[in-house]
Every structure is written in C-alpha cells, then in structure tokens.
Nanobody, 123 residues
C-alpha cells in the first residue's frame, strides 16, 4: 500500500507564494508520473501541473510562468511552488501520483490521490 500526505496550503495575500508538498510512503519502487489538480468552489477539478518520469513538466495556461512542479526522487516527494498567487487560484489542491510497486519480480503501477490541501488567496 502507498499513502500520500499533502502539506503547505494556507491563506496568503495576492502576490504571495506557497509551496505544496506531496510525500509518498509505503511500497514504492518508483513514481512514474505526478500531477497537481485543484477544485475551486462551484467548479470542476482541473489539472494545474504534471511531470513525467523524464521530468518534463506541463502546466495549465492559467499558471504558466507562476507555478513550478518538481520532485525529489529520493524522498518520494512532489512539490508545487506557487508564486504571484491570485484570488482565482483559491481552491483545494490535490496531488496525484502514479506509483509502481515491485512484487514477485513484476511492477504494478497504481494511481493515488492526496487528501487535498486548501489554498486561499485573499486580502
């Protein structure tokens, strides 16, 4: 089993910064892909940023140039650095990891979600 723990959310003024973390623990061979999603009140969940095993990032247009996704392979942790935050960035942020476990000589990839962390951007 794999567990994800998110942290780093909070209340920040417009123009401020936050860094979200998503730490995975348990039976982990590798993390082949990771993404951050968000759901704002009254809106559908949307992809914010994602990164693949070759560390190629991809961003939503609304956050390009302001957010950066990264990961620490040794710590099984994925980060989302958010700068120049705007009120429209207010949402619950979720991490999503594709984690492979090694059992009996075979890799078993599975999709995991974090518990969500609230980000509020307001004066």
């Amino acid at each position: 089993q794999v567990q994800l723990v998110e942290s780093g959310g909070g209340l920040v003024q417009p123009g401020g910064s936050l860094r979200l973390s998503c730490a995975a623990s348990g039976s982990i061979f590798n993390i082949s892909a990771a993404g951050w999603y968000r759901r704002a009140p009254g809106k559908e969940r949307e992809l914010v940023a994602r990164i693949t095993s070759d560390d190629s990032p991809d961003y939503a247009d609304s956050v390009t140039g302001r957010f950066t996704i990264s990961r620490d392979i040794a710590k099984h942790t994925v980060y989302l650095q958010m700068n120049s935050l705007k009120p429209e960035d207010t949402a619950v942020y979720y991490c999503n990891l594709v984690v492979s476990s090694l059992r009996g000589g075979r890799l078993y990839p599975n999709d995991y979600w974090g518990q969500g962390t609230q980000v509020a951007v307001s004066t």
